[in-house]
């Protein structure tokens, strides 16, 4: 089969088993246009915004599973993508970003639309490509596609000159089945020595914790973690990215930990004496103060990235490998032993961290007059029964979403942990709406967060996607704000949002159902009308509490036990 | 610690950028950085002398190896190993000087590559020691121009860098 660059690329993605790519044309890749036109097994979504199809696309593969594939012009087009390929690399998303670039013949003379696109996006893709002739595209799609998807996946970027596509000029299309890259070779199976040396260790403990994350979540591992856990009767945290692998709702799961973790998860991290890192990557905002982070604890850590490992805190027993076939090999030596923790010290942890619990830290006050935060999205997850699809947006409606929509299930809860980028929510939930067209998806978002890529609610009117969108409206950036209040005496700089529009006409300009909440009796009816309209997209602008704070909250340079507590729980 | 490091990595446009970027990324320091292509030419060999501590180091080594065009990388000082570095340096020879230069030169197993009237261009290979050892004995005030190349470095024995 002779077939032009355009059409090598469509058949490429075919073979790949692509169903969507998420893009907005330009003249670099009219030619793949062009290709994308004349067939019918891909199908294309017309994003607003390049930053837009790249949050879809990673939005799309945080739900499915499946890499994320986005389609961009050369200069602008591509650099309107960075910000979502960063996004997705801070959270190691499988992504596929195909850029078209000038004809090869101009790379590197200032051409219209050109920008060095490898250059610029090198620091924050797992790895990219300029493809360097029609020859060797389909191989360097075949590696693109290996390479995003296996070890700790990652965006991709393909570079493509537009004379490489141009119709009429083919080559013989043939798209190997298997890949072969002597310079990567991700790592599998974990050292059994060390995973002999880690069970010890995890049976021998007296005030063992489990501490998972996002890898469990990437490396499909839920069902691991959960056997795993349950075996050892241990408690259990998660990260922001790890939530939902193992269910909120079980007794043994403690609440997320971190800088806006629960009470009796941090403490219990300060207190414990194993570790059991899963997937995870002592980022900043979940150690606090490295110094002070677990200060008698061995710790054990399974990771599938070696740099992950020791990078912020020292280890005593690491693991490279696959989580899920660590896990399992961990699980089958825990079960062929007779050795068992000491079941008196374990019954006394526990009732440790149940006297932890009892501070109840996650409550909050209850007010006639004014809508809070916490009670929409607790009201979110009774009328979607916990089993809807959430995205948010960056800040503090982010972590109510967090701390409130408990997750049963892992792939549900879909937010920009590692980047934080602002503007996230919407795009990524159009991503999963279209990859999940039978689940409910809502997008948990702020009048701050949502203005940054809201021309997408146009996108979601030509595709039909339902989503609910739920506007935390505290007039503020909630968490500049309560930044501004904790560290500078209440300067509010530059913090507050004026000249907001009314969101209702803004939402019903664009073809969907807006509705204005403001009394907190209306909450519950608010939102079960809202997701009556199974085929519509409704903006429900809630009018919150703008005193509101996140609470617990580790400030910069405190440890875990240093929390702040909502100050009416101090009183308790 | 001072570590030399060799790195085995696809011979293709914007490999050395890669490595490059890594560093000044992460913040790591490069004192000197060399790279050619090897005896196999899908292969670029390079030498990257850093600093830091040996988590530091150990970061370094973690973060090449992840970079997908790094096929293989040894950290050449946990081993015996040979290194060298050329460097060309000219050096103001006038007077009596000519031969005190000359004699200098010759101690250090230099050669003279070129001669005018009031300079010598000498070339000098050896380790980072012997190469400064060299500029401090000919004096700043001589030195007119220096070009080193940074250090490549071996294995001593039978240990081998090969994909």
């Not at chain 2, 060799?6 to 490059?20: F, I, K, P, Q, Y």
Request: aromatic share 8%.
């Amino acid at each position: 089969m002779e077939l032009s660059g355009g059409k090598v690329l469509m058949e490429a993605l075919k073979e790949e088993g692509v169903e969507l790519i998420f893009g907005y044309p330009g003249g670099a890749v009219l030619h793949i246009y062009d290709a994308l036109y004349q067939q019918n097994s891909v199908k294309h979504i017309l994003v607003r915004h390049e930053q837009s199809a790249t949050h879809a696309a990673d939005g799309y593969a945080r739900a499915t599973g499946k890499p994320g594939v986005v389609l961009v012009t050369s200069g602008p087009g591509a650099t309107n993508a960075v910000t979502g390929i960063a996004t997705a690399f801070m959270d190691s998303v499988p992504m596929i970003v195909i850029s078209g670039q000038v004809q090869s013949r101009f790379i590197g003379s200032d051409a219209f639309q050109e920008v060095d696109c490898v250059g610029i996006t090198r620091p924050c893709v797992k790895h990219n490509f300029l493809v360097d002739s029609l020859e060797n595209m389909a191989q360097t799609i075949k590696e693109a596609f290996h390479v995003a998807t296996t070890g700790r996946p990652g965006p991709v970027v393909i570079d493509i000159p537009k004379d490489f596509t141009t119709p009429g000029i083919t080559v013989p299309f043939d798209y190997s089945k298997t890949v072969e890259m002597r310079s990567y070779s991700p790592p599998t199976q974990g050292h059994p020595g060390q995973i002999r040396k880690a069970v010890d260790l995890i049976l021998s403990a007296k005030k063992p914790m489990i501490y998972s994350g996002g890898g469990v979540v990437l490396g499909n591992a839920s069902e691991q973690l959960r056997a795993f856990t349950r075996e050892l009767g241990y408690p259990i945290t998660q990260t922001l990215m790890g939530l939902g692998a193992y269910p909120a709702s079980d007794k043994q799961f403690i609440g997320m930990l971190g800088m806006h973790g629960t009470y009796e998860a941090n403490l219990a991290m300060h207190e414990c004496d194993v570790l059991i890192a899963i997937g995870a990557r002592f980022d900043d905002r979940v150690t606090g103060e490295v110094d002070s982070f677990c200060p008698n604890a061995k710790i054990v850590h399974v990771d599938i990235d070696p740099a992950s490992i020791s990078k912020n805190v020292t280890v005593d027993v690491p693991i490279v490998g696959d989580v899920a076939l660590v896990l399992d090999a961990m699980l089958e030596q825990i079960r062929a032993s007779e050795r068992r923790a000491d079941p008196a010290d374990i019954a006394s942890w526990w009732s440790q961290i149940k006297a932890w619990q009892a501070t109840k830290c996650m409550e909050y006050e209850l007010s006639d007059t004014l809508i809070k935060p916490q009670a929409v999205v607790e009201a979110l997850w009774r009328e979607t029964k916990g089993q809807a699809y959430i995205t948010s947006d960056v800040g503090q409606h982010q972590m109510w979403a967090a701390q409130y929509y408990g997750f049963d299930e892992p792939n549900r809860w879909i937010n920009s942990g590692g980047l934080g980028t602002m503007g996230f929510g919407l795009p990524a939930a159009l991503g999963v709406a279209l990859g999940k067209p039978d689940d409910t998806v809502a997008c948990i978002t702020g009048e701050a967060s949502i203005q940054m890529c809201i021309q997408e609610l146009s996108t979601c009117l030509q595709y039909g996607t339902p989503i609910k969108i739920i506007n935390l409206n505290n007039r503020y950036m909630g968490m500049v704000r309560q930044w501004q209040e904790f560290s500078y005496e209440k300067r509010y700089s530059h913090s507050y949002m004026d000249a907001l529009p009314d969101f209702v006409k803004l939402a019903e300009s664009y073809g969907h159902v807006g509705m204005n909440i403001e009394n907190p009796a209306d909450v519950e009816s608010a939102l079960a009308e809202a997701f009556a309209m199974k085929d519509r997209l409704v903006f429900m602008n809630f009018v919150t509490d703008q005193s509101e704070n996140v609470y617990p909250m580790i400030e910069a340079g405190k440890g875990h036990h240093e929390m702040r507590l909502n100050p009416a729980r101090e009183l308790a | 610690m001072r570590h030399v490091i060799s790195v085995l990595m696809e011979n293709e446009a914007g490999a050395l950028s890669r490595v490059a970027g890594l560093f000044s990324a992460r913040g790591y320091n490069i004192e000197s950085l060399t790279v050619a292509p090897t005896d196999d030419e899908t292969l670029s060999r390079m030498t990257i002398v850093t600093t830091g501590t040996e988590r530091v180091i150990e970061q370094i080594i973690k973060q090449l190896n992840k970079l997908v065009s790094v096929a293989k990388l040894s950290d050449l000082t946990e081993v015996p190993f040979i290194e060298r570095e050329i460097m060309l340096v000219k050096v103001r020879a006038v007077d009596n000087g000519r031969e005190e230069t000359k004699r200098l030169c010759d101690i250090f197993r230099g050669k003279i590559l070129d001669v005018t009237d009031a300079s010598y261009v000498i070339e000098l290979t050896g380790d980072d020691h012997k190469l400064s050892a060299f500029l401090d004995a000919i004096g700043s005030d001589n030195v007119i121009e220096v070009a080193r190349s940074g250090a490549t470095g071996i294995a001593r024995g039978e240990k081998s860098l090969k994909v």
